[in-house]
């Protein structure tokens, strides 16, 4: 199990975060008797997307940028059955990391969201997996809209798969997990690898695609203002 750990913050993600996340999944992979990897997040809230004081450090950019990415590679392509926990709120980037994983749990009055755009943000990276798991119009509401919606809506479009009682989380991952153990693991394996190469593209493909425009957005004065009002907890000044 791999908790992220940063509960102060809601376990808004910073490079020393996505630096321990990749090295705990490459831990867990590496270990030949680990067949899945159960992820949750410590304290109120599963994740809150990019630590916003830290990404407003214009020298951190390409840096987290391409740490997210390979934060998302790795947990979408490990061969192990990945297993997110979700509780609280799954924002943006925190979003991103529960869609990578194979199978979705989440507490009830959990909300989720992809409020980029009104960072001044594309959420490029995330939607490499909304792409394999909504609709285009759902995907245009999430986008377009950045609201928050609450567990049930989540599992109703096909971005969670479970929605139960917050302190019926864990039991129900220890539910499917138990599931998994019971397949053959080769076969497991197998199958894992033949979703990801069904699709015309490869994920890696897809984020080194989305990093191009996540980094076009990173790098412009409407991000620098979005950041900026986050911060400042103001209303966002965009040119007309």
Known sequence: MVTLNRPERRNALTLELLNELVAAIKVSSDQTSERVLILRGAGAAFCTGLDLKEAADPKKAHATAEMVANTLVALSQTRLITIAAVHGAAVAGGAGIMSACDF????????????????????????????????????????????????????????????????????????????VLQGAPEAIAQTKRLIEELWSSSVKED?????????????????????AAFNEKRKPKWAE
């Open 104 to 179: 979705v749990v989440a507490a009830e009055k959990t909300k989720i969201g992809y409020p980029e755009v009104r960072r001044g943000l594309v959420a490029g990276l995330i939607l490499t997996f909304l792409r394999r798991q909504v609709g285009e119009r759902d995907i245009r509401e999430l986008l377009f809209g950045s609201e928050l919606i609450d567990a049930e809506r989540a599992r109703e479009i096909g971005l969670v798969n479970r929605v139960v009682p917050r302190g019926d989380v864990m039991s129900e991952v220890q539910k499917f997990a138990e599931s």
């Open 207 to 227: 984020v080194d695609l989305a990093l191009k425009y996540h980094m076009q957005a990173r790098e412009s004065a409407e991000a620098q203002e979005g950041i």
